[in-house]
């Protein structure tokens, strides 16, 4: 009589084989060859330099946030726009005539973070850097969009703060 595992039929030895190298292929590929390891993606995710804002914190609108952003218009936009918004290099920002016609608070912070490329600029070679090229944060910026409003009827408040 023939021994017991002579008595495993081929068709499971293949398969039990076949599940097996399997197996050691997944571990070899997931563990030692392939670059993107979950150890490598957690070291790119927490040893990484660039910080990704997922909460943008906006001011609400009122006295002391319209005085801020004077306080901050009055050192980053002042130069180019004017120190009551009459403009100079850049437009006037206290009346309703706006080149770009962004009129929203909303709108309007958007414009200041992202600044005007000179291939975006309504007037030939002018541009504006983004937040005027100072290091401004979101919510210093609503404060001075909240302050060009105080003076300038025609901005549409739309701040999702109020
Ligand atoms: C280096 C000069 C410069 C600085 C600093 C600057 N801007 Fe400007 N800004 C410009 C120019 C130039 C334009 C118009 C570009 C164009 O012709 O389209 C402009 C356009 C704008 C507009 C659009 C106006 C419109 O009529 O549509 C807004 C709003 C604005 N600036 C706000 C700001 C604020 C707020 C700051 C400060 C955080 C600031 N800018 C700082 C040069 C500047």
């Known amino acids: ?57 906006i001011p609400v609108r009122n006295a002391a946030s319209i005085a801020n952003g004077e306080k901050s218009y009055k050192t980053a936009c002042a130069g180019c726009h004017g120190g009551n918004m009459e403009g100079g290099f850049g437009p006037n920002l206290n009346d309703g005539t706006w080149l770009h016609e962004i009129k929203t608070e909303s709108g309007l912070v958007r414009l200041i973070n992202m600044g005007i490329a000179p291939a975006d600029a309504k007037s ?38 109020q």
């Open 1 to 57: 009589m023939s021994n017991e595992s002579n008595n495993i039929p081929s068709w499971i030895k293949i398969l039990f084989g076949g599940v097996l190298l399997a197996g050691v292929a997944y571990a070899v590929y997931f563990h030692a060859g392939n670059p993107t390891t979950h150890a490598s993606q957690f070291h790119n995710a927490v040893y990484s330099n660039v910080v990704k804002a997922t909460v943008e914190i």
């Open 124 to 161: 030939p070679g002018k541009s504006m850097p983004p937040k005027g090229g100072q290091k401004l944060s979101g919510e210093q910026i609503w404060e001075i969009v909240y302050y060009i409003g105080s003076k300038n009827g025609s901005v549409i408040k739309d701040s999702p703060a």
